[in-house]
Structure formats: C-alpha cells, structure tokens
C-alpha cells in the first residue's frame, strides 16, 4: 500500500523558506512521477513542481527560481525548498506519486499547511 506522508509546513514572514518533506512507504520515489500540488482557500488544486524519474524537474511560472524540488532516493523522500515565500504562495501543499511502471496510478498525501505573511 502506497503512502505519501508530509510535513514541515508552518507559518512564515514573507521573505522567509520553508522545506517541505514527502516519505514515501510502498513504493520507490526514483521510479516514480513526483509532484507537489497546492490549493489556496477557494481556489483550485494547482501544480507546482515536478521531479520525473528520469529527466529534467519542471517548475510553474509562479514558482521557478524560487522553488526546487529535489529527491533522497536513501531516504525515499522527495522534498520542496521554498525560498523567497510570498503571501500568495499560502495554501496546502500536497504531494503526489505518479507510480511505475504504468504511470496511470496515482496516490495523494493528506496535505500540509504553509501561511505566509506579510
């Protein structure tokens, strides 16, 4: 069984970083589609980042330079630096697996919590 489990949201000054960490249990992250996602208070699930198993990561506009998404395949966690937070950047942040070898099957963490403010 699949399990995605993250942590290290919390509450922020604008300007400050945050990391985001996903473990991952029942399946291996290198072999997977790794994605963040976030959803701000009334607004749609969004992507924000994306590690591949092979290939280059791939960031949304409104996060590239700011964010890196990075991967310990020891530790089978993918995570998300965040730097140079902004207000707008609040929401949860969840993470995602697009799992192998298939990649039509995906599982969903429970979310974490990121305030920024200003």
């Known amino acids: 069984q699949v399990q995605l489990v993250e942590s290290g949201g919390g509450l922020v000054q604008a300007g400050g970083s945050l990391r985001l960490s996903c473990a991952a249990s029942g399946t291996i992250v290198s072999t997977n589609v790794m994605r963040w996602y976030r959803q701000a208070p009334g607004k749609q699930r969004e992507l924000v980042a994306i590690i591949p198993n092979i290939g280059d990561t791939n960031y949304a506009a409104a996060v590239k330079g700011r964010f890196t998404i990075s991967r310990d395949n020891a530790k089978n966690t993918v995570y998300l630096q965040m730097n140079s937070l902004k207000p707008e950047d609040t929401g949860v942040y969840y993470c995602?697996?697009?799992?192998?070898?298939?990649?039509?099957?995906?599982?969903w963490g429970q979310g974490t919590q990121v305030t920024v403010s200003s």
């Open positions: 995602n697996a697009l799992v192998s070898p298939l990649y039509v099957n995906e599982y």
